[in-house]
């Protein structure tokens, strides 16, 4: 069973940073791909930013670039958000989903969707 769990959510200043965590089991395949989401009260969930666990190939929302990075370490099965220059806009539950990615296929965060961890809330005061 493929369970991802995402954690390091909180209560932080704007301006300040975070960092969330998803550890993700239970794949048996070696190439996929993680993606963060995230879904503001009354707001659609929309993507962050997602990467592959083969290449590593990244993709970003233009909201965040430039303050939120991701990044994988592979012999964890976890990827990483680090989030700086936080602000009341990015208050959200942030979500982590993963999917089958094959090896060399270009990495797009809309197509990550087959599974889904509990959110991490994230809460960023003026």
């Known amino acids: 069973e493929v369970q991802l769990q995402a954690s390091g959510g909180g209560l932080v200043q704007a301006g300040g940073s975070l960092r969330l965590s998803c550890a993700v089991s239970g794949f048996t395949w070696d190439d996929y791909a993680i993606g963060w989401f995230r879904q503001a009260p009354g707001k659609e969930r929309e993507g962050v930013s997602c990467?592959?666990?083969?290449?590593?190939?990244?993709d970003i929302a233009r909201s965040v670039k430039g303050r939120f990075t991701i990044s994988i370490d592979n012999a964890k099965n976890t990827v990483y958000l680090q989030m700086n220059s936080l602000t009341p806009e990015d208050t959200a539950v942030y979500y982590c989903?993963?999917?089958?990615?094959?090896?060399?296929?270009?990495?797009?965060?809309?197509?990550?969707?087959?599974?889904w961890g509990r959110g991490t809330l994230v809460t960023v005061s003026s």
């Open positions: 989903a993963a999917t089958i990615w094959p090896r060399g296929r270009r990495i797009s965060c809309m197509h990550i969707n087959d599974y």
């Open positions: 990467i592959s666990s083969s290449d590593h190939t990244t």
